[in-house]
Structures are given as C-alpha cells and as structure tokens.
Nanobody, 128 residues
Framework: QLRLAESGGGLVQPGGSLRLSCVAS????????IGWFRQAPGKEREGVSW????????GYVDSVKGRFTISRHHAENTVTLQMTNLQPEDTAVYYC?????????????????????WGQGTQVTVSS
C-alpha cells in the first residue's frame, strides 16, 4: 500500500522550532518530487516548500525563506522540513505530497495539482 505519513507537529511558542518528517511506505521517494503544503482554518491550501527527486533543487514560498529548510534523506525514504523562528501565522495543518518524477531528477512543481499522493497532515500551532 502506498502511503505518506507526516510527523513532528505540535505546539510551540513564537520563535521556536519544529522538524516535520514525511515518511513514505510502499514506494521509493527517489522517483517523486515532494512538496510541503499547509492549510490554516478558513484559508486556502498554500504551498510552502518543494524538493526535486534528487534533492538538488529546492523552493520556498517567500514567507518562509530563511526560516524553513527542506531536505531529502534517501536512505530513510524521508523528506524533512526544518522550521525555525516560527510565528503565529505559520499555524496550520501541514501536509506532504508526492509528485511522480524521473529517478533522482531535478524537477519539482509548486502546483498542488501535480501531486498525486498526500499524507494525512500534522498540526503545527504557534502560540504563546
């Protein structure tokens, strides 16, 4: 069974950090670009960060540049999102998603329609 599972969310104070993980089971992430998306209550889903199947190309939405880092860990079949200096506006459910790509290629998409596998999400709450 093909599955993505997120973990690492929680409650953190402003300025704090969290590390989200996206683990794949049933398939190799080496054939997929990975995106992190988030959705806050009453708001549309927003793309946050993306990484190519090789891990060599990454992208970030402007609001998280310099604060979030996406990384790929091939041996663990995992992609992580290190989040620092978290702010209340980062509060949302965070989802990882996989888009079919060439083996360890350089492509990724910022468009959620390209992503065919989605995890269940992990809640991130930033509050004092």
């Amino acid at each position: 069974q093909l599955r993505l599972a997120e973990s690492g969310g929680g409650l953190v104070q402003p300025g704090g950090s969290l590390r989200l993980s996206c683990v794949a089971s049933g398939f190799s992430l080496d054939y997929y670009a990975i995106g992190w998306f988030r959705q806050a209550p009453g708001k549309e889903r927003e793309g946050v960060s993306w990484i190519s199947s090789s891990g060599g190309n990454t992208g970030y939405v402007d609001s998280v540049k310099g604060r979030f880092t996406i990384s790929r860990h091939h041996a663990e079949n995992t992609v992580t999102l290190q989040m620092t200096n978290l702010q209340p506006e980062d509060t949302a459910v965070y989802y990882c998603a996989a888009a079919p790509a060439s083996f360890k290629g350089s492509w990724y998409s910022r468009t959620h329609d390209e992503y065919s596998f989605w995890g269940q999400g992990t809640q991130v709450t930033v509050s004092s």
